[in-house]
């Protein structure tokens, strides 16, 4: 199973990105989706999460700049990012929890990780 991330680039700061990303169509079901992300150097940091049922969560320092949103219908979660900082410069990586068929068990798949930039 392969996602597909779009989005990000180079934006000043304050300004925004959009990132989506898509799974196949094919897929019985998927479970929670969300983004992480990785700096230089740095551990890879959970950034939001969204359950089936449109439940999220933000790590703190996104809260209140950053939604997270899916189409179920359409297999995509997407990432808004206003008023972004040079902190925020990442890769970041979208994943699902997937269950690909109703009698195999679900398995968190990642995609390909999108560059973001903030420039100060």
């Known amino acids: 199973v392969q996602l597909q991330a779009s989005g990000g680039g180079l934006v000043q700061a304050g300004g925004s990105l959009s990132l989506s990303c898509a799974a196949p169509?094919?897929?019985?079901?998927?479970?929670?989706m969300g983004w992480y992300r990785q700096a230089p150097g740095q551990e890879r940091e959970l950034v939001a999460t969204i359950s089936r049922d449109f439940s999220t969560t933000y790590v703190d320092s996104v809260k209140d700049r950053f939604t997270i949103s899916r189409d179920n219908d359409k297999n995509t979660v997407y990432l808004q990012m206003n008023n972004l900082k040079p902190e925020d410069t990442s890769v970041y990586y979208c994943t699902a929890d997937i269950q690909r068929y109703p009698q195999i068990a679900t398995k968190t798949y990642w995609g390909q990780g999108t560059q973001v930039t903030v420039s100060s």
């Open positions: 169509k094919n897929i019985f079901t998927i479970k929670t």
